[in-house]
């Protein structure tokens, strides 16, 4: 008796839910959602022209260096260049190909190759070697090697920099360059 009653009661709640999602389909047709439907994208956008200064993330980096420093137009004018050097090298060497391993390849907006800085085209190369089962080790061992002299490359760049911008700042202007990771 309890096993009818179950089916009885199952087959009332599909009953409920065939007729409802009919009224509600009658309902979404007269009423239409007040909510705007994602316009999707079907062509490629044009690029932007290549001769328009840079905006946005790297002016506000630039911004909170200056604010971090608490230095004025005129100090920010003798040594913000050779900070924005030093922080620049930096960049290069954390992302050099690490974004590969943390899966954001895919998402990132791909840099052209005519921007790209030598370690990063190393590192492209050597990503799409591994990518492919097909190359020979030997080809492998030649990338990585590229890598890692464009690795040092920068890395002897960035040494160099930091000499300069450490002789550039006064003791307060240095262990705040220490404390944002720009002096070691």
């Keep these: 008796m309890a096993a009818k009653t179950v089916k009885m009661v199952v087959a009332s709640c599909l009953v409920a839910m065939i007729a409802g999602s009919g009224a509600m389909a009658k309902t979404k047709k007269k009423d239409p959602s007040p909510v705007a439907k994602p316009k999707v994208q079907t062509t490629v956008p044009a690029e932007k022209p290549r001769s328009s200064p840079p905006t946005g993330r790297p002016r506000k980096m630039e911004q ?3 604010e971090a420093f ?5 100090q920010w004018k003798s040594f913000g260049s050779q ?6 090298l930096l960049q290069q060497l954390d992302d050099h ?3 590969g391993m943390r899966g954001e390849r895919e998402t990132a907006p791909v840099t052209p190759a005519s921007q790209q800085t030598s370690l990063q085209k ?3 190369a050597l990503h799409k070697s591994l990518a492919d089962p097909a190359t020979s080790p030997e080809a492998i061992k030649t990338q990585v090697a590229s890598v890692r002299r464009e690795k040092e490359s920068v890395q002897n760049d ?3 920099a930091r000499a300069e911008l450490q002789k550039l700042l006064n003791e307060r202007q240095q262990a705040q360059a220490l404390l944002l990771g720009l002096l070691e």
Excluded: Q, W
């Excluded at 900070?83 to 620049?88: I, P, Q, R």
């Design 64 to 66: 909170r260096l200056r």
């Design 70 to 74: 608490g230095a004025t137009e005129e």
């Design 83 to 88: 900070v924005m050097k030093v922080n620049a």
């Design 97 to 99: 190909g690490m974004s």
């Design 122 to 124: 190393a590192t492209a």
């Design 158 to 160: 960035l040494h160099a």
